[in-house]
């Protein structure tokens, strides 16, 4: 496909034209228009296994499949229940092919595409953001990462005392781990298949294992597996061959990768080699599309993580030539991205609100598809409703302007790893509600929901939801929710 930064077609376009534009990918999938629906973790699978909850995923991904999206992108399949990110993601497992747990997938698969929008799954691992009490493995059993660099979230007494509790030091991989990891990749994608998916994406972001492998500040490794950029992507490498090996097209193969780090200059991955990265999946010949994003539990600057207390905005900007919205964080990056005449799309997510702004980055030419997290679940209808609905006018087809209230009781919590997970509370809390049937509750505060929390925990046992607190707490950061 062409990814040249012409801004204008000889007969200029509308913005909700733009928007509604199909699009199909090298592996033959056609998307219906741009707008992507965003992995958002759902919280809320059951152990031991963690299958797909279908009495909760009937009502949520019938919504969304309802909603006129372009692409559904599921929540994060963790590939390993002994290391989930919080409590409640939903696994991949060694008998997730055997006829009834398959059976559970096919429901969840049709369910999401029942209206005709295709929806691949995002397969992950957490790696050292496993905390004690997500997954089934013992409390002495630590986390994995491709060298043993613990988490920091603050200087004091408190924020190490609790962060040695809830993530510990991760334990540095052996290539035999490293082996049993891709193997569970490439079973992830193999059940995605089976189950009837259009295909899956690599959570390559956010601090999880595929990110800690490309990143110099977690990858401290001196084999084949770190050192260099090059041997860096190894691991990343070796998951787009294996998978496409059994996997091949069309069954579509995505990558969701970081373009920075985000943490203090010169430490942690920079653009630079964030651009050599996508550089190397866009040529290779095996990915359909990249999604774009940024940051990891330690990060900095990265405005996706640090956008919870910015409201969004109210008024849809207008398009003009000269003058580009860069309505999305990571729009900078894009850009050089598309300096490499990219051949498959490039995804970009974390800030879209308006169908103007949206259809300006599609139009400079920045992205091919625009995701939306955060208001697939405040307004998981948007696309239908407003974005792609002629009746309303550019200046008012936009997502609700929206901040999370009552951050000043994150603010009061005296350890970082519990104040800094306090916000995306708000958004697990939603995405319950969506899986009842009910509405998301955009005017809820966080003591509001940490009280809904106590009181799960007072009427239905302390189990879930303390290990539920204690995962999300460890994470919150940088947790993806866009």
């Known amino acids: 496909m062409s990814t040249t930064t012409e801004t204008k077609t000889e007969v200029e376009k509308t913005a909700i034209e733009l928007i509604s534009e199909p699009l199909t990918l090298q592996c033959g999938l056609t998307l219906p228009n741009r707008l992507v629906k965003c992995p958002m973790q759902e919280t809320l699978a059951i152990e031991p296994y963690f299958d797909p909850p279908m009495e909760a995923f009937s009502n949520l991904y019938r919504k969304w499949a309802k909603s006129s999206y372009g692409l559904i992108i599921t929540g994060q399949v963790q590939v390993d229940r002994r290391f989930l990110s919080i409590a409640g993601d939903v696994c991949v497992h060694e008998k997730s092919l055997e006829s009834d747990v398959l059976a559970t997938w096919k429901q969840w698969a049709k369910t999401a595409q029942g209206e005709g929008t295709p929806c691949i799954v995002q397969i992950a691992h957490p790696g050292r953001m496993s905390p004690v009490g997500a997954g089934i493995r013992s409390a002495d059993m630590p986390a994995l990462c491709p060298s043993s660099v613990p988490v920091v979230l603050g200087e004091s007494w408190l924020d190490k005392m609790a962060l040695e509790k809830v993530l510990d030091t991760p334990k540095a991989m052996d290539e035999q781990e490293i082996d049993d990891v891709v193997g569970m990749f490439v079973h992830g994608a193999v059940v995605a298949r089976a189950a009837g998916f259009a295909g899956c994406q690599l959570h390559g972001a956010h601090g999880f294992l595929l990110s800690q492998f490309l990143s110099p500040h977690t990858n401290r490794r001196t084999d084949s597996y770190g050192g260099s950029p090059q041997n860096r992507m190894k691991l990343l490498r070796r998951l787009v061959s294996e998978i496409r090996e059994v996997c091949p097209r069309p069954y579509c193969l995505s990558v969701k990768l970081n373009s920075a780090d985000y943490m203090d200059a010169g430490t942690g991955l920079q653009q630079d080699e964030g651009l050599e990265q996508v550089q190397w999946l866009v040529e290779c010949g095996m990915v359909d599309f990249v999604e774009i994003s940024g940051g990891n539990a330690e990060n900095k600057t990265s405005g996706l993580h640090q956008s919870f207390g910015n409201k969004t905005i109210d008024k849809a900007p207008k398009m003009r030539e000269s003058t580009r919205i ?61 974005l792609l609905n002629p009746e309303y006018d550019d200046e008012l087809a936009l997502g609700m302007s929206h901040i999370v209230r009552g951050q000043w009781l994150s603010n009061l919590v005296p350890i970082k790893v519990i104040g800094a997970g306090l916000p995306i509370q708000f958004f697990y809390y939603n995405m319950k509600r969506l899986g009842k049937g009910l509405s998301s509750d955009p005017n809820a505060s966080i003591p509001y929901v940490i009280a809904m929390s106590i009181w799960e925990t007072v009427s239905s046992g302390w189990s879930k939801s303390i290990q539920q607190v204690i995962a999300s707490i460890s994470g919150g950061a940088r947790v993806k929710t866009e």
């Open 326 to 386: 860069r309505e999305a964080f990571f729009t900078e990056f894009a850009e050089k991205v598309q300096s490499l005449n990219p051949p498959i799309p490039i995804q970009l997510s974390g800030g879209f609100r308006s169908r103007t702004g949206m259809a300006d980055a599609l139009d400079s030419g920045i992205c091919q598809m625009i995701g939306l997290g955060r208001a697939a679940v405040l307004e998981p209808e948007l696309p239908r409703k407003v």
